[in-house]
């Protein structure tokens, strides 16, 4: 499987321009220049970036040069820190993988907006795509529900063939239904090029990951589950990617993990353990991957409830 250079150890920088409340104040404030070089004495070589697609479309469909400028921002203070960017739309319009907290429905069944999706990764293509050596592109977070591969499929394609007759080298992330889940990876088609990664998201098990998870209903708040008890090992997370593993290689691919990480219930040493056996799978296998989150978020990595094990835990990423 093709090692992702550039783009093997990172961090996500979410709730910054995506999962957020849009005002100034927040997008002004919550990620400056100072966390990107943080970041960098963290020893990671990218930062993936999430955002939405109304930091960037005014409400008529044109494009907010002042939401472009976050992006413009992230790219360069990267770059001066030597850092990489995925540049990761989270949400666009008619589709958000959080069902609780977004009101975007039709997506996967509506031209026009599926129109809109091409066109804003045109922009997107036009203003950064000649950046091959800093910046890669994530077309779309977390795609939902098993229905929608097949119309997912058709889009992707129709989508980086519009990004490749203006960006025709730049790395593209593609991942799955399930929420990016690394045993639907191989439900995906063949990489339209050698620059077509697959992508997965793994919380898993999520009973231990998600524990105390205030905004699912797939767990109970209350219920604790110690590392010894989650069945998770370098075994265990072999086995689920293992699909995925195949994936890659039968089509000589890359494979990225774009989310993984333990909510801020878990113990700080039981975190450890966590990050120890999944970190072992990705370095066996050359599996690049961003750590959820930076900071706060429920899952921040700069919390400090976890200043007794950050240095060891940052070794894990």
Not at 12 to 41: P, R, V
Request: aromatic fraction near 14%.
């Amino acid at each position: 499987m093709r090692k992702i250079n550039g783009f093997n150890k990172g961090v996500n920088f979410g709730g910054w321009l995506s999962q957020c409340n849009y005002e100034k104040e927040h997008l002004d404030t919550f990620i400056t220049e100072k966390d990107f070089e943080i970041a960098a004495s963290w020893g990671v070589d990218h930062v993936r970036v999430p955002f939405d697609y109304n930091i960037l479309e005014n409400k008529d469909g044109t494009y907010n040069n002042d939401g472009f400028a976050y992006l413009d921002m992230a790219i360069e203070a990267s770059k001066k820190n030597g850092l990489n960017v995925i540049l990761d739309l989270h949400k666009t319009a008619g589709f958000s993988f959080d069902y609780y907290g977004e009101d975007e429905s039709g997506f996967f069944d509506s031209k026009e907006y599926q129109e809109r999706f091409y066109r804003l990764w045109e922009e997107l293509a036009r203003r950064f795509g000649s950046m091959t050596s800093n910046v890669a592109f994530e077309l779309l977070n977390e795609v939902t529900d098993a229905e929608f591969i097949d119309t997912w499929n058709s889009i992707v394609r129709e989508c980086i063939s519009r990004i490749r007759k203006i960006a025709p080298d730049i790395l593209i992330l593609v991942g799955s239904y399930h929420n990016n889940s690394a045993d639907t990876v191989q439900f995906l088609d063949e990489p339209f090029d050698k620059n077509v990664i697959y992508n997965m998201h793994c919380y898993e098990p999520l009973k231990f990951t998600h524990q105390g998870a205030y905004w699912t209903t797939a767990i109970i708040p209350e219920e604790r589950i110690p590392f010894e008890e989650s069945v998770t090992s370098p075994e265990y997370f072999e086995q689920l990617f293992s699909t995925a593993i195949a994936k890659a290689e039968e089509y000589g691919s890359s494979l990225y993990c774009g989310e993984y990480g333990c909510i801020d219930v878990v113990s700080p040493e039981d975190t450890i353990k966590w990050y120890k056996a999944i970190n072992s799978v990705f370095e066996k296998h050359g599996i690049g991957r961003a750590a959820w989150n930076y900071k706060a978020m429920d899952f921040g990595l700069s919390d400090e409830r976890l200043n007794n094990v950050h240095n060891e835990l940052i070794k894990l990423l």
